[in-house]
T-cell receptor
């Protein structure tokens, strides 16, 4: 199935460091979403972006909808151990299907 | 407000059997989507139901089917199970059809032996 290109695949960082991850696509998306998934649980919505150029924050998390509408990034500032998990981007194209297309995920590990 | 609930949380089946998974959306949400998550393929869209009708369908064989009831609760059925059907099956609900903001349940982990 179609997927977004999400990078990096994994990150192992020191507590307190900032983190950045991104998603790119050859297609235009109308909506970008960022989810976090912890072991044994479903993805939890972190941030939703609806307009090109939009920059939205949720606590220590900041995400941006790329101007070209083909990319998005997520930043986590001052990481803490509970940030550990897999972060997924998801995009939606307003075509006939409206279904969400997911990136392959970024696995984040934080060293205390 | 309670979140999306899925039952059962874990399931072990053997090849050839069939399985039914259940999803109760957030109260007031009318759309339910189902996804399959595997390490190799990631999150793949199965189908979306709204007002008891399947509105969208992903690229899965006909062994995968679903339905939605008048109270918006949804069930997913997989017949003639194959080893490759082992996965985490996630249900997500949203207020309306093609609503971007989907909220996921904890998933049902299915193991096919």
């Amino acid at each position: 199935g179609q997927q977004l290109n999400q990078s990096p695949q994994s990150m192992f960082i020191q507590e307190g460091e900032d983190v950045s991850m991104n998603c790119t696509s050859s297609s235009i998306f109308n909506t970008w979403l960022w989810y976090k998934q912890e072991p044994g649980e479903g993805p939890v919505l972190l941030i939703a972006l609806y307009k090109a150029g939009e920059l939205t924050s949720n606590g220590r998390l900041t995400a941006q909808f790329g101007i070209t509408r083909k990319d998005s990034f997520l930043n986590i500032s001052a990481s803490i151990p509970s940030d550990v998990g897999i972060y997924f981007c998801a995009g939606q194209q307003k075509d006939s299907s409206y279904k969400l297309i997911f990136g392959s995920g970024t696995r984040l590990l934080v060293r205390p | 407000k309670a979140g999306v609930t899925q039952t059962p949380r874990y399931l072990i089946k053997t090849r050839g059997q069939q399985v039914t998974l259940s999803c109760s959306p957030i109260s007031g949400h009318r759309s339910v989507s189902w996804y399959q998550q595997t390490p190799g393929q990631g999150l793949q869209f199965l189908f979306e139901y709204f007002s008891e009708t399947q509105r969208n369908k992903g690229n899965f064989p006909g062994r995968f089917s679903g339905r939605q009831f008048s109270n918006s609760r949804s069930e997913m059925n997989v017949s003639t199970l194959e080893l490759g059907d082992s996965a985490l099956y996630l249900c997500a609900s949203s207020w309306g059809l093609a609503e971007e903001t989907q909220y996921f349940g904890p998933g049902t982990r299915l193991l096919v032996l």
